[in-house]
């Protein structure tokens, strides 16, 4: 089985539709896909409807998290979408992407960098979590640089930098206890990613493992050799599932599908710890662990 567990379509900062991903993913040869959009499940009833047959689709949302100083993602995976208290944290980590957003383009704007928020707000979509993926992209278009991941430095968005502005995230640790309050799993997105900026330290991974961390996601482009298997001895130490995955953007990052994969029988012990939802196969049908 080939198993991919973290993708994004236009219901956040990807440039696939719902659709277009689960067809893209068929078509790459994947037997199993994640759609994990940021801080939202917007996308999920268009890649639901839409998934192609033999492909099974994993449920799940990319949370924006904080521990420390250190701004973090967290994928929850298969959690029931309509548990009141995790509702109404997406709601809250969506909404204050808006004013961020605009806020981010005003600093720009001060820096002499000639994009309106007005773009940004059409590259995101009606129904797209914006991010600063839009706002890069929204300066590639204008000529200010040359690839969205030129935006991510101190000169412009990347963390730390000069039109750089925070935004809600929740803490780490409690985002692992709503995500399982809500019958799903948790797994730390790219946790040694040092080119995004500040990482977490293996001190701090223990500590998100004692409060129920599921797994680590090891297998990821950001992170080197040295770095998997580093991340891959602490996640045995720490009894913590090793997961691997494209973080597939469609034509906004280099990433396709299926580079980086999740080990089958890891991948059945997350379905197995899953009560809020299941894996879905084809038209409606549960799909296996």
Do not use: W
């Not at 991340?231 to 913590?240: G, P, Q, T």
């Amino acid at each position: 089985m080939r198993i991919d567990l973290h993708a994004h379509s236009t219901a956040s900062d990807g440039t696939d539709s719902p659709a277009e991903l689960v067809r893209a993913a068929a078509g790459a040869g994947l037997d199993v896909v994640a759609l994990t959009d940021h801080d939202t499940v917007a996308g999920h009833a268009e890649a639901l409807a839409a998934l192609p047959p033999g492909l099974t689709l994993v449920t799940g949302t990319e949370f924006s998290c904080r521990l420390g100083e250190v701004s973090l993602h967290m994928l929850g995976y298969l959690f029931d979408p309509a548990e009141p208290a995790l509702a109404r944290e997406r709601e809250l980590l969506r909404d204050d992407r808006v004013p961020r957003a605009r806020r981010m383009v005003e600093l720009l704007r001060e820096d002499g960098v000639d994009i309106e928020f007005e773009r940004v707000r059409e590259l995101a979509g009606p129904n797209g979590s914006i991010g600063r993926p839009h706002i890069a992209t929204a300066m590639v278009e204008a000529g200010v640089v040359a690839t969205v991941s030129d935006a991510f430095t101190p000169q412009y968005i990347g963390d730390g930098g000069r039109a750089h502005t925070g935004k809600h995230e929740l803490d780490a640790a409690d985002a692992v206890r709503r995500i399982h309050a809500a019958g799903g799993v948790a797994v730390f997105a790219h946790p040694f990613a040092s080119s995004r900026g500040r990482i977490v330290t293996e001190e701090d991974l223990a500590a998100l493992a004692e409060a129920g961390l599921d797994g680590v996601e090891v297998d990821h482009l950001d992170h080197d050799p040295a770095t998997r298997d580093r991340l891959r001895s602490i996640a045995k130490e720490l009894d913590l599932l090793p997961t691997g995955s494209s973080d597939y953007h469609g034509s906004r990052k280099l990433a396709a599908l299926g580079d980086g994969t999740t080990d089958p029988e890891v991948y059945a012990a997350l379905v197995a710890r899953a009560t809020g939802a299941r894996p879905v196969t084809a038209a409606g049908r549960p799909g296996g662990s």
